[in-house]
């Protein structure tokens, strides 16, 4: 069984940094073979792609509004995937999902296979 836990959630005013954590475990999940990906839910919208980086670590990409203050990055000896997030705004706010992909566009939902329980992540303004 996978499963794969955030943590590092947590209340942060507008500006501040936080950095959310994703542990990979498994006895079939390689870690090391998989891109991992973190999404982002608002309440009454839909799950939206936040970041992804490749197996290798070599490959990283963010959508447009978090680029520049979001950095992805996986250590895989400990098969855990991080997302820092520096200057936080109000409109970050929204549980944060980590996700393997598994196949086609990484910044689709429908591509990853396993996901997380979600972090809550507040910014107030």
């Known amino acids: 069984q996978v499963q794969l836990v955030e943590s590092g959630g947590g209340l942060v005013q507008a500006g501040g940094s936080l950095r959310v954590s994703c542990a990979a475990s498994?006895?079939?999940?390689?870690?090391?073979?998989?891109?991992m990906g973190w999404f982002r839910q608002a309440p009454g919208k839909e799950r939206e792609f936040v970041a992804f980086?490749?197996?290798?670590?070599?490959?990283?990409s963010y959508a447009d509004s978090v680029k520049g203050r979001f950095t992805i990055s996986k250590d895989n000896a400990k098969n855990t995937v991080f997302l820092q997030m520096n200057s936080l705004k109000p409109e970050d706010t929204a549980v944060y999902y980590c996700?393997?992909?598994?196949?086609?566009?990484?910044?689709?939902?429908?591509?990853?296979?396993?996901w997380g329980q979600g972090t809550q992540v507040t910014v107030s303004s």
């Open positions: 996700a393997a992909h598994l196949r086609g566009s990484y910044s689709v939902v429908g591509s990853y296979e396993f």
């Open positions: 980086i490749s197996y290798t670590g070599v490959l990283r």
């Open positions: 498994g006895r079939t999940f390689d870690f090391n073979s998989r891109g």
